[in-house]
């Protein structure tokens, strides 16, 4: 079954949809293994793909990746292991971010974080990848709750430095 992708889904929805998407296959091809209708084909171990154990280590942002990349761990990580990092003197798993493509680094170092104003007044936390700004969209401090980064700024703003 091909189960088309937008590119933005958490690991957590992608379990939600493939666990319904199979199920609803199962009461439809079930009762036609049952008949004989349908067998089993044996998987091309040539064909067959791996994918290695997830530990907590793969969890801490690598500042020095793409921040495309980085961006997609946030995602596959969401839940189990989480994607740790620091900012500042704040230890935070960020949850929720995207590629800010307004924003290039100039040569600052990999995990730097800085405020920018955004459209409206806000304020976006950028932090610098190898290629590009990440704009945090929401974070879990250590020990609190999950926050968008606007709640995150209006407590912990002085100690981003």
Request: charged share 20%; glycine share 8%.
């Amino acid at each position: 079954e091909v189960v088309p992708l937008t590119g933005s889904e958490t690991a957590p929805e992608l379990y939600d949809t493939l666990g319904r998407r199979g199920a609803e296959l199962l009461t439809t091809v079930l009762p036609q293994i049952m008949n004989g209708a349908l067998s089993a084909t044996p998987q091309t171990e040539a064909s067959a793909t791996y994918c290695q154990l997830i530990n907590k280590q793969d969890g801490a942002i690598d500042w020095r990746k793409p921040a495309v990349q980085i961006e997609r761990e946030i995602r596959a990580y969401l839940g189990w292991p989480g994607s740790r990092t620091s900012l500042g003197s704040i230890d935070a798993i960020i949850t929720r971010a995207s590629v800010d493509p307004a924003h290039m680094p100039a040569s600052t170092t990999p995990g730097a974080a800085t405020l920018v104003a955004a459209d409206g007044g806000a304020t976006k936390l950028l932090v610098s990848a190898a290629d590009a700004w990440l704009s945090i969209e929401q974070l879990k401090p250590v020990g609190k709750k999950e926050m968008p980064v606007q709640a995150f700024l209006a407590g912990y703003k002085d100690k981003l430095n």
